[in-house]
């Protein structure tokens, strides 16, 4: 089983910046992609952005040209430097792995607990 562990949420003021972390550990295996989705209070999980094993990544609009996601293929884990935050930016994030077992081949998607990002000032 592989676990997603987030950091770096918080509170921020409009224009500023924070910068998540997310780490898979567990079972050992293969990542396609991991990324980053974002849910706030009566709205549906939208994608924020991915990143692939080869480094193509995927953006929403609404967000591209701010945020910029990374990864370290090596140590399992993904980063979303978030700048110029904006007040419609709150939400809860949520880390995203999709990755084949090692062994078996099988796909698999894991989530992470979420963290909250508060753009406020």
């Known amino acids: 089983q592989v676990q997603l562990a987030e950091s770096g949420g918080g509170l921020v003021q409009p224009g500023g910046s924070l910068r998540l972390s997310c780490a898979a550990s567990g079972s050992i295996f293969k990542i396609n992609a991991m990324g980053w989705y974002r849910q706030a209070p009566g709205k549906g999980r939208e994608l924020v952005a991915t990143?692939?094993?080869?480094?193509?990544?995927n953006y929403a609009d609404s967000v591209k040209g701010r945020f910029t996601i990374s990864r370290d293929n090596a140590k399992n884990t993904v980063n979303l430097q978030m700048n110029s935050l904006k007040p419609e930016d709150t939400a809860v994030y949520y880390c995203n792995l999709e990755g084949l077992n090692y062994y078996s081949d099988l796909p698999f998607r894991s989530w992470g607990q979420g963290t909250q990002v508060t753009v406020s000032s």
């Open positions: 990143i692939t094993s080869s480094g193509s990544t």
